[in-house]
């Protein structure tokens, strides 16, 4: 899958999650600094860097978040699980899609 678009949208925390979910009017977008891990509802597009597999990051080049432009490097925690359609991390649970396709 390296090198595919994707779409990853968070739709929940992970249970054990490493960092506290984050809310809108606390997480600062584009800081390295956060307290909390992404909001539910966070979603950004981009190219995958990474096949998606448990035990390490996955990590995308970032192009646009929340429907703006927005070049970026996407690192995650550790990836939990993967079935195809919905990624758990470490923090939190995403329903990825394939764009292009």
Same mark, same amino acid.
Do not use: H
């Given at each position: 899958m390296v090198g595919r678009r994707v779409r990853l949208t968070k739709v929940d925390a992970s249970e054990a999650h490493l960092a506290p979910? =984050?809310?809108?009017?606390e997480y600062r977008v584009g800081s390295a600094d956060n307290p909390?891990?992404?909001?539910?509802g966070y979603w950004f597009e981009g190219v995958l860097g990474s096949d998606i597999r448990t035990g390490v990051p996955v990590i995308v080049?970032?192009?646009s978040?929340? =429907?703006?432009?927005c070049e970026g490097l996407y690192v995650s925690t550790n990836v939990v699980s993967w079935d195809g359609a919905l990624l758990e991390t470490q923090n939190?649970?995403?329903?990825?899609?394939?764009?292009g396709v």
């Open positions: 979910p =984050g809310d809108w009017a909390t891990s992404l909001p539910v080049a970032r192009t978040r929340n =429907g703006v432009a939190s649970v995403y329903r990825v899609e394939l764009l």
